[in-house]
């Protein structure tokens, strides 16, 4: 089954490409990142996308996506929530939490959920245990509608951020300097092994 991965920025879908390389090159990778657009994720951009990746004559098998920041993020997957249901695909989202906690993000998704769709009962609920590394944390949630569970989904946090993982200063380091370290991110088993069989087994 094809396979999409939201994000916040560039560094995150760089530091997935090379963490799906790693685990198999031979699959095909398609790749958007959004960071100048505007906090608007109904603009038909966003589901023109996902529609085309889901595409039978579409090649490619994981479609990793940046939102341009953490508030566009969780703004385009609360609003996309409901159509990813009804979509054939595994879907992921990855996220830094800051310092702050997983409930802090599932609380936000939930109140954003609210607000799209007041007529009805949306929520995320946990149906796994938090499971807690030194630089990330993992939690499978199901989405239900009503009270009826339509989907479930992996929550992946980096416990403070990607870029203090990878000993990223953006604002000294050079792109080729940060590309490379999230390549040597992708390549540190400690962090990235669980990230690897969440999202392939």
Do not use: W
């Amino acid at each position: 089954m094809k396979k999409v991965v939201f994000s916040e920025g560039k560094n995150d879908t760089e530091y997935l490409k090379h963490l799906i390389n790693n685990h198999s090159s031979q699959l095909l990778i398609d790749r958007l990142d959004i960071e100048s657009k505007p906090a608007d994720p109904r603009i038909a951009h966003e589901s023109n996308k996902l529609r085309m990746f889901l595409q039978s004559r579409n090649q490619n098998h994981i479609l990793v996506k940046s939102e341009g920041g953490v508030p566009n993020l969780k703004e385009t997957f609360s609003s996309l929530l409901t159509n990813l249901a009804k979509m054939r695909c595994d879907f992921y989202l990855l996220i830094d939490l800051d310092d702050g906690t997983m409930s802090d993000i599932v609380e936000d998704l939930n109140t954003r959920l609210a607000g799209y769709h007041p007529s009805d009962d949306l929520q995320l609920n946990p149906i796994s245990d938090l499971n807690r590394r030194t630089h990330i944390c993992i939690q499978e949630f199901e989405f239900l509608i009503n009270g009826q569970s339509t989907t479930e989904f992996n929550i992946i946090a980096f416990r403070q951020s990607l870029e203090s993982s990878a000993n990223i200063n953006k604002d000294i380091d050079e792109r080729e300097e940060i590309k490379d370290k999230c390549q040597r991110l992708a390549e540190n088993r400690r962090v990235s092994e669980p990230i690897r069989r969440v999202i392939f087994g």
